[in-house]
């Protein structure tokens, strides 16, 4: 397993379209190991292939305390929601940036496990977040993306200078 690179906010990689994966080969299940060792290593409690420039539809959570139930999803889909809720979130992606987004409160989800078995999960609080926000990244939608105008230019300036000073 190898560290991959988090691609940073306003990183144009980020918006682009991931390509549904037709066949799960090692290529994929490599990328899939490698991005859950990434967000453990981060820490983050979710990842998807975007994020580390690879434009496929695999996702990866895991939002327990210990760290040992990891999901890894590909072409996950949402095919059900219901309620709305607000939550503070944050982002590999964008860095020392945490805002509060509405969402669904419940979803159900269709994917594939690494074994190209078809899933489907529901979820709510923590999890159905999660799973909505890894969800956009497949579709270049970042959590900023659902902020005002106003906060998204705050957080573009704040993010540019972070990657300025960096240099
Ligand atoms: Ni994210």
Known sequence: MALLQIVEYPDPRLKNLAQPVS??????QKLADDMAETMYDAPGIGLAAPQVAAAHRVIVVDISENRNELLTLVNPEIIASSGEEEMKEGCLSVPGVLETVRRAERVKVRAQDLLGRTLELE???LLAVCLQHEIDHLNGILFVDHLSRLKQGLIRRKSEKRRRDRV
């Open 23 to 28: 066949r799960i080969d090692r290529e994929i």
């Open 123 to 125: 979820a709510d609080g």
